[in-house]
């Protein structure tokens, strides 16, 4: 199998927490690709974001392992664990916050399914920065 190629995807129900303490549902899609190993991608819907596009946030991979542990993230994703069954994951942007509350085990079974892709600790970094490099500086 050719794993530069290789991606999981998986909708993730999640409850976006209000001022008013409600929690509404919004749904997203969790996204793992080969090609850039060490990210993990939340797709948001059009409909689910307010300015009416459709949002990716990307954050490490680890961080997600980390934050399903503990409290993770000192940057604009923050996540930890809320009791056993949830996991709050926190988005900063120049818009504002938000706050979401994801079923712990659903992104459990995601996260073992990127470790079928690719193993932690096996990520090819140095291919992963030369296509950073390349993304940021082109052909210079």
Do not use: K
């Amino acid at each position: 199998m050719d794993l530069a190629h290789v991606t999981v995807e998986q909708p993730a129900r999640a409850e976006l927490i209000t001022t008013g303490e409600r929690e509404l549902p919004v749904s997203a899609t969790l996204r793992y690709t080969s090609d850039d190993p060490l990210a993990v991608h939340l797709d948001f819907p059009s409909e689910a974001c307010l300015e009416g596009e459709a949002v990716t946030w990307t954050f490490g991979r680890a961080l997600l392992e980390e934050g399903l542990r503990g409290p993770a993230g000192t940057g604009d994703v923050q996540i930890w664990p809320c009791g056993r069954a949830r996991t709050v994951m926190e988005l900063h942007s120049p818009l504002g916050l938000a706050m979401l509350q994801f079923d712990t085990a659903a992104l459990r079974r995601f996260l073992l399914r990127t470790h079928a892709v690719v193993e932690p600790g096996r990520e090819d970094v140095a291919a992963a920065v030369d296509r950073g490099l390349n993304a940021l500086l082109g052909n210079v």
